[in-house]
């Protein structure tokens, strides 16, 4: 099979089976993380370093790290893009794969990631009726599901509203322009400061955070996790009832305050008195 068969294939089945229809999909951070049992992480990164998949062989565990970013529909790319690897197991040898060379795999990911944002048969009931679409249908899309004019456009052309050459000008189109010239850019800079964001796996923070409530785990360490002041931290945990276990003072009483202890020792001399062997010191082995 080819990327774009097997990739929208997969797209398809994976919005079918964890029951997501054909409408946009909110934050995809928490649906990886619910639906395909995924730690997800939004870290900080490098300006080329956009995401990765690491597996532990040993546990099963998968992890999808992507960076904070400006670019909040890259950032929805590169999430699909990464789940989209998971799907299909390419759990590479990454002491032998060149991460910056092309691939079937790397196309297939992408191919999964476009169709699993913008499904066609969606664009095509969002769109309705109409056989040509305008700059301000590209935009309505690009905000309905929070795609990259490229993915839309691509969509667009696939679905028969669009000819090569308008696919080929749109996608030299930003979302930011979009935005402006089409009055949501207000929203627009909300996506980008959500993305922005730094965000510890959630399945990891709930545990840290039961740990706190056992006092087991310093409000530092989910500070930390999270990415902000020890003291936002420990006002969130306070204003969400949760604490640490209070701990138990110990008043150490002064020694003449203790009561007298009588010990009766008759006992004790009456069972030596009627021991048959008497005791005694051990004597050095006889170097005979």
């Not at 909040?72 to 790319?77: A, E, I, T, V």
């Not at 009931?125 to 056989?131: I, N, Q």
């Not at 996790?225 to 002064?254: F, N, Q, Y």
């Amino acid at each position: 099979m080819y990327p774009e068969t097997e990739g929208r294939a997969a797209a398809e089945r994976f919005r079918q089976e964890h029951g997501l229809g054909l409408q946009p999909l909110g934050d995809l951070v928490a649906l990886i993380e619910q639906s395909a049992g995924v730690d997800v992480a939004v870290l900080d990164a490098g300006p080329d370093e956009h995401g990765l998949t690491m597996r532990d062989p040993q546990r099963g565990a998968v992890f999808i790290g992507v960076a904070r970013t400006r670019h909040p529909m890259r950032q929805r790319s590169t999430l699909a893009h990464e789940l989209g690897h998971v799907v299909f197991d390419d759990w590479a040898d990454n002491t032998t794969c060149d991460w910056s060379a092309p691939s079937a795999r790397e196309s297939r990911a992408n191919v999964f990631a476009r169709h699993l944002l913008l499904p066609i048969d969606g664009l095509n009931a969002f769109v309705g009726g109409a056989r040509e679409v305008n700059l301000a249908a590209l935009s309505a899309v690009v905000q309905r599901f929070l795609v990259s004019p490229q993915i839309a456009a691509i969509a667009l052309e696939q679905s028969g509203r669009i000819d090569a050459d308008t696919k080929v000008d749109w996608m030299a189109v930003s979302a930011p322009q979009l935005a402006v010239r089409f009055g949501w850019s207000d929203q627009y800079r909300a996506l980008q400061a959500d993305s922005h964001q730094r965000r510890a796996p959630q399945r990891l923070l709930a545990r840290a955070i039961q740990g706190y409530a056992e006092g087991v785990v310093s409000v530092q360490t989910i500070a930390t996790m999270r990415g902000i002041p020890p003291e936002s931290a420990a006002g969130e945990l306070r204003e969400a009832g949760i604490s640490p276990p209070a701990r138990h003072i110990v008043t150490w009483a002064d020694p003449g305050d203790l009561p007298e202890v009588q010990v009766d020792l008759d006992a004790l001399d009456d069972t030596l008195g009627a021991t048959d062997t008497p005791f005694g010191t051990a004597s050095e082995p006889d170097p005979g």
